[in-house]
């Protein structure tokens, strides 16, 4: 069965961290751009970071540089977000998407639909506490 699966999320004080986990099964990441999205309650999806793994290149959103890095084992067939001075507007809910043959920069925006991903994962909710 083909999918990504996500873990690392729970409840954190503001100035903490977490590292996120997007665990893929019945496809490598070879060839794909592989990005962390998240969606609060009640606003639009936001691609937060996404890595492209032809050649290394990624993407940060603006309210997340510098705090947040996302990485490829492709040993194991897993990305990570590691995420650090974590803020109350970090809540939301994340999950991991792949595509094949796109840009970090290309894939990053791709957050209305579901069908502009190839696969993609059910999620983590991340609840930073003020």
């Known amino acids: 069965e083909v999918k990504l699966v996500e873990s690392g999320g729970g409840l954190v004080q503001a100035g903490g961290s977490l590292r996120l986990s997007c665990a893929a099964s019945?496809?490598?990441?070879?060839?794909?751009?592989i990005g962390w999205y998240r969606q609060a309650l009640g606003e639009e999806r936001e691609g937060v970071a996404v890595?492209?793994?032809?050649?290394?290149?990624?993407y940060y959103a603006d309210s997340v540089k510098g705090r947040f890095t996302i990485s490829v084992d492709n040993a194991n067939n897993v990305v990570y977000l590691q995420m650090n001075n974590l803020k109350p507007e970090d809540t939301a809910y994340y999950y991991c998407?792949?595509?094949?043959?796109?840009?970090?920069?290309?894939?990053?925006?791709?957050?209305?639909?579901?069908?502009?991903?190839?696969?993609w994962g059910q999620g983590t909710q991340v609840t930073v506490s003020s």
């Open positions: 998407a792949a595509r094949e043959g796109v840009t970090a920069q290309a894939m990053a925006h791709y957050t209305r639909y579901r069908y502009e991903y190839d696969y």
């Open positions: 019945g496809f490598t990441f070879d060839g794909y751009a």
């Open positions: 890595i492209d793994n032809r050649d290394g290149s990624t």
